[in-house]
């Protein structure tokens, strides 16, 4: 017998490390799955190390040798086949030839490649969900957990396809989400270009034309503008001060993004995101929907409650909502209802929490979830709705304001000008 170094999840979706004694890597796979642990790689000692490319199978390659895995593929992409493989299992089409079809017509080159590997590693007796494993950048604990909870009961043509129908749902309240926030930045950006492009190119030919007339004879307006357009020509350490402020932006901009990925920086971000105005009852919003659609989907998929919170905790995409859940989170393991820390958190209203002690009443918690779920997506479709069609107009407004001020300080001395000749 050999030693095997293994990588593992337990049961809470804790990655653990180890050796164990076995002939082959299956065997010791099977002795971990019999201890409740979920093998994501396994190692012959001497042969290969773990989190490593060797001891792996083989990568299937791309065009010039390079290989296709470890990139990450669109939710999109995910989705359609994650709906394709949950409808050809379902026509009685077995797991390893349903890889197999869809990986001859998958056109994504990097899914291609993982699909081809997947179908070599159930070949050679491992699991899907084992195989899901080895490709966290595609695969998330959130689909390898449901792959693994179906695989227990039976059913995974049936979890595939709430996986897919969650992740239908998942990616159209992103679309709603992003579309609500771009359109104001994209109306901004257009405001700040046509706003840079007047100062910098068409300012100074008027500012030429009245260069004649004293300070005092310029409206107020026109000596801001001409003044604002002087300086951004103007040159500070080699550089235009237009140049500097682009700079500028660029380095607060990066200043800004480094520190929201601090953990002190990624709360207040986080807490500032729930309180804004309109913008963070539409987040508060989603993010309730994101949590109940997660865990629903996956204690109706056969996964344990404390794994799934766990789960469900590292995909809320808030850290304020992530701490609530991980007080949920506690709260069961002490044997504890999750109404009360729901409650206590702040973050989940009345309605949900009254929802949620109703189903855990009638036993029909993962149900409830899920109208939960289906009730504050309608909620974030009719705000985005509501909030697009009143950005429009305010923008537009902006805009107009914008441009039209600039416009108006050039033409105002022009037009005293033409009273002044007709007075003469």
């Known amino acids: 017998m050999a030693n095997f170094q293994y990588i593992a999840l337990n049961a809470k979706g804790e990655q653990t490390t180890g050796v164990v004694q076995a002939n082959s890597d299956a065997e010791a796979a099977q002795q971990l799955r019999g201890q409740g642990l979920y093998p994501t790689q396994v190692v012959e000692e001497g042969k290969g190390k773990l989190a490593g490319s060797t001891g792996k199978k083989k990568a299937k390659k791309g065009k010039g040798g390079k290989s296709k895995l470890g990139g990450k593929v669109k939710p999109k992409v995910l989705m359609i086949f994650t709906r394709q493989l949950a409808t050809l299992i379902d026509s009685g089409l077995p797991l390893l030839r349903g890889l197999n079809v869809l990986s001859k017509q998958e056109p994504n080159p990097n899914l291609k490649a993982t699909i081809n590997n997947l179908a070599d590693s159930v070949q050679g007796g491992s699991t899907f969900s084992e195989s899901l494993g080895q490709h966290p950048k595609i695969f998330n604990k959130l689909f390898v957990n449901m792959v693994k909870a179906g695989e227990l009961g039976g059913v995974l043509e049936v979890v595939l396809t709430r996986l897919a129908e969650y992740q239908e749902k998942?990616?159209?309240?992103?679309?709603?989400?992003?579309?609500?926030?771009?359109?104001?930045?994209?109306?901004?950006?257009?405001?700040?270009?046509?706003?840079?492009?007047?100062?910098?190119?068409?300012?100074?030919?008027?500012?030429?034309?009245?260069?004649?007339?004293?300070?005092?004879?310029?409206?107020?307006?026109?000596?801001?503008?001409?003044?604002?357009?002087?300086?951004?020509?103007?040159?500070?350490?080699?550089?235009?001060?237009?140049?500097?402020?682009?700079?500028?932006?660029?380095?607060?901009?990066?200043?800004?993004?480094a520190w929201t990925r601090t953990k002190k920086g990624r709360v207040i971000v986080d807490s500032i995101k729930l309180k804004v105005p309109i913008f963070g009852d539409i987040q508060r919003k989603s993010a309730i929907a994101r949590f109940t659609r997660t865990l629903g989907t996956l204690v109706t998929s056969g996964v344990p409650i404390l794994q799934a919170l766990n789960i469900t905790r590292d995909t809320a995409g808030n850290v304020i909502v992530s701490n609530a859940i991980d007080k949920v989170h506690n709260a069961v393991k002490e044997g504890e209802s999750i109404v009360a820390p729901m409650t206590s958190s702040g973050i989940f209203p009345n309605l949900v929490t009254s929802m949620v002690d109703v189903g855990e009443e009638t036993g029909q918690l993962p149900e409830m979830l899920l109208k939960i779920a289906d009730v504050y997506d309608d909620e974030v479709d009719g705000a985005v709705t509501a909030l697009t069609s009143i950005l429009e107009p305010i923008m537009i407004v902006i805009l107009a304001l914008v441009v039209g001020a600039i416009v108006f300080a050039l033409f105002l001395p022009l037009i005293k000008v033409i009273q002044q000749m007709q007075g003469g």
């Open 170 to 257: 998942a990616h159209k309240l992103k679309g709603k989400i992003v579309s609500a926030m771009v359109y104001p930045l994209i109306v901004m950006f257009i405001a700040v270009a046509i706003m840079s492009f007047l100062m910098l190119f068409i300012v100074p030919k008027f500012r030429a034309m009245f260069q004649d007339m004293e300070g005092g004879q310029l409206p107020l307006i026109s000596r801001v503008v001409f003044g604002f357009s002087d300086w951004m020509l103007a040159r500070s350490f080699v550089l235009p001060n237009s140049v500097w402020i682009l700079v500028a932006g660029v380095l607060t901009w990066l200043g800004f993004a």
